[in-house]
């Protein structure tokens, strides 16, 4: 069972940042692709970036692209987030997921392994 653990959320002013990190637990992690998705409240998941196993690939959801940037170390087994220009309408909770394929893919049922997901608040 790969355990997934998110860390770095918080409370920040929009215009501010803010670093999440993901500890997976499983050192195969070099062969998955990982995730971070987010949710507001009363609204569905929904992407917001994703790295190829390697690191070589990366997607973004079109709202974070030039604000927000996905990478990973595999030899720390670690994933993150770096979220820079903050909005209010990126507040959510924010989760880390990995998926058994290589291939950085944007849909929620494509990751097998959910993290608990850690707070983000960006006042106006």
């Known amino acids: 069972q790969v355990q997934l653990v998110e860390s770095g959320g918080g409370l920040v002013q929009a215009g501010g940042s803010l670093r999440l990190s993901c500890a997976v637990s499983d050192s195969t992690i070099g062969h998955s692709a990982t995730g971070w998705f987010r949710q507001a409240p009363g609204k569905e998941r929904e992407f917001v970036a994703a790295i190829s196993a390697v690191g070589g690939t990366t997607e973004y959801a079109d709202s974070v692209k030039g604000r927000f940037t996905i990478s990973r170390d595999n030899a720390k087994s670690m994933v993150y987030l770096q979220m820079n220009s903050l909005k209010p309408e990126d507040t959510g909770v924010y989760y880390c997921?990995?998926?058994?394929?290589?291939?950085?893919?944007?849909?929620?049922?494509?990751?097998?392994?959910w993290g608990q997901g850690t707070q983000v608040t960006v006042s106006s």
């Open positions: 997921a990995v998926r058994s394929g290589w291939r950085p893919l944007k849909f929620t049922s494509e990751y097998k392994y």
